[in-house]
C-alpha cells in the first residue's frame, strides 16, 4: 500500500458493535424485531429504531427511498479527517443528519462512520 493510500497516522478506523438498516416502514420493523425476534427497544424516533439484539446495537431507519441491507459501523476520532482520507482514496461519501457519515468502499459496499 502507498503513502496516499495508508493516509495520516491520526487517521485510525475501529469497528464497534453497531450495524445499521434501511426500511420503509418502523412500524413492520418494530414489530418484526421487538415482537418475533425480542430484540429490547433502547431507543426510538419517527426516523430509526434503536434495538439491542444481544452482540449488536441495530439501528432501524425509515428511509423509503433507499432499503439497505446490514450496514457495518466504524468508529473515528476525527470524522473531518477520515472524510478526507476517503475522499483521497477515492470513496464516496454521503453526510448524515446524525453527524455521522456513510462511505462505499471501492466494491459499492457502504459502512457508516461516527466520531467518537
Given at each position: ?28 420493523a418494530r ?28 439501528y432501524v ?29 477515492r470513496c ?25
Amino acid at each position: 500500500m502507498n503513502q496516499e493510500q495508508s493516509g495520516p497516522a491520526s487517521v485510525e478506523f475501529k469497528s464497534n458493535a453497531e450495524v445499521a438498516i434501511h426500511v420503509p416502514d418502523l412500524d413492520v420493523a418494530r414489530a418484526f424485531y421487538e415482537g418475533v425476534l425480542g430484540f429490547r427497544m433502547v431507543s426510538r424516533t419517527a426516523d430509526y429504531l434503536e434495538l439491542d439484539s444481544g452482540a449488536l446495537r441495530l439501528y432501524v431507519n425509515r428511509d423509503e427511498k433507499d432499503i439497505r441491507s446490514f450496514i457495518p459501523s466504524l468508529d473515528v476520532p476525527n470524522l473531518t479527517a477520515a472524510k478526507e482520507h476517503l475522499a483521497n482514496a477515492r470513496c464516496e461519501t454521503v453526510a448524515l443528519e446524525s453527524g455521522g457519515m456513510y462511505f462505499k468502499d471501492p466494491f459499492g459496499l457502504v459502512f457508516d462512520i461516527i466520531q467518537r
